[in-house]
Each structure stands twice: as structure tokens, then as C-alpha cells.
């Protein structure tokens, strides 16, 4: 793993991917002759560097073939494929928030920041996998049962 100001050293690519637009690039996994790597962007928050981490060893996991890459009109997302994409999108996160956790937290009906908080994600990755957890419908049953 190296952060891109370690995998370069190139004045203009960091200026322009660290300070001038760095949402434009997240992360890569990488492969030479001694096996993979990712990079990743140092500029992004702790709980976004977490996120593009687990996204991209969650290619590794599901074993996608590394190849050309993709982008989308805009330059917006690119990657393997958009399926390969969501799929490590998933896998990625439930590496972070594990399913249990989230539905867990949502049946007790406590907020997402305090999931976020528990495994240094952000709000928008917690609320995610608390939504997706089945949790808050188990509640929503629950809390109907009880009269309230």
C-alpha cells in the first residue's frame, strides 16, 4: 500500500490530484512482477482513505481480472466494470461495517454516527449499511408490536 505523494513524485500529478482536484481519484490496485498494490489518494479524509482501501482489496477478494479501465462520460467513475465496480463497492463496505453490526445498531434504533464513529467510516457509509442491514424494518416491526 503507498499513498500517491509515495508512488510519485511528479509535481504537476500531485498538485493536480492532491490539492487542485483531488476528487478525482480515489485509489488503484496496481500489479507488477512481486505481486499487487494499491495507492491511494492521502489527501481524501481517514474514514474515505478506509473506504478506497477496502474497495480495492475487495477486488483482490473477488478475484476481478485487472484490466483496461473504464470510464464513464464525465470522467465521474471508472474502474473494471461497472458490475466488478458495485460488487467491490458491496464487498468493500461489509469488510468495514460488518452486516451484523449494522443491523444490530438499527434494531436498537441508534444513529448511524454512532456506527460511524465505532468503525472510523463516514456517515454516508454507515447510514448505507444500516439501510441494507434488514435492521430497521426488524425495528419498524418491532416498535409496531409494542404499540408505538
Not at 473494471?80 to 453490526?101: F, I, M, N, T, W
Not at 441508534?110 to 439501510?131: C, D
Amino acid at each position: 500500500m503507498l499513498s500517491l505523494d509515495q508512488a510519485t513524485s511528479d509535481p504537476a500529478t500531485l498538485q493536480r490530484l492532491t490539492v487542485d482536484a483531488p476528487e478525482l481519484w480515489s485509489a488503484a490496485v496496481v500489479r507488477d512482477q512481486l505481486g499487487h498494490c494499491v495507492i491511494y489518494n492521502h489527501a481524501h479524509s481517514a474514514p474515505r482513505i478506509r473506504s478506497d482501501l477496502a474497495h480495492e482489496v475487495a477486488h483482490l477478494i473477488a478475484e476481478h481480472r485487472l484490466d483496461v479501465a473504464w470510464m464513464e462520460p464525465g470522467g465521474k467513475k471508472c474502474g473494471a466494470s461497472p458490475a466488478h465496480e458495485k460488487e467491490a463497492a458491496e464487498l468493500g463496505a461489509a469488510l468495514l461495517v460488518p452486516a451484523a453490526a449494522a443491523k444490530t445498531h438499527a434494531v436498537y434504533g441508534r444513529q448511524p454516527e454512532t456506527l460511524a464513529a465505532k468503525f472510523g467510516v463516514s456517515l454516508e457509509m454507515a447510514t448505507w449499511r444500516i439501510g441494507i442491514s434488514g435492521g430497521p424494518k426488524i425495528r419498524e416491526r418491532w416498535l409496531a408490536k409494542q404499540g408505538r
